[in-house]
């Protein structure tokens, strides 16, 4: 079965760097469309950013030029490059994927999140 796992989580001060990475496997045909969420303290998940098999890729306004998604397709691994980070970053990162299985057409996969704390 399709697995999605974060990681590259952590506590940074404003204006510092995180590499977050999410990795899926399992019996994977194909991957289309991956993404980042978040979901800051008492808010709702919102989309931080996505990329396609071919790579195109769409951002939330305020990820625009601070954040670069990118993907690994050999790996099945996504990545999100944080920099200049604001306290406002702070929230549970969750890594979305639309798979297709042997069992499943284009199914969507979520991870379980990893924890980013921005301080100021």
């Known amino acids: 079965q399709v697995q999605l796992v974060e990681s590259g989580g952590g506590l940074v001060q404003a204006g510092g760097s995180l590499r977050l990475s999410c990795a899926a496997s399992?019996?994977?045909?194909?991957?289309?469309?991956m993404g980042w969420y978040r979901q800051p303290p008492a808010k709702q998940r919102e989309l931080v950013a996505t990329?396609?098999?071919?790579?195109?890729?769409n951002y939330v306004d305020s990820a625009k030029g601070r954040f670069t998604i990118s993907r690994d397709n050999a790996k099945n691994t996504v990545y999100l490059q944080m920099n200049s980070l604001k306290p406002e970053d702070t929230a549970v990162y969750y890594c979305n994927a639309d798979i297709t299985t042997r069992d499943s057409y284009f199914m969507n996969y979520w991870g379980k999140g990893t924890l980013v704390t921005v301080s100021s």
């Open positions: 399992g019996s994977i045909f194909r991957i289309n469309t």
């Open positions: 990329i396609t098999s071919g790579g195109s890729t």
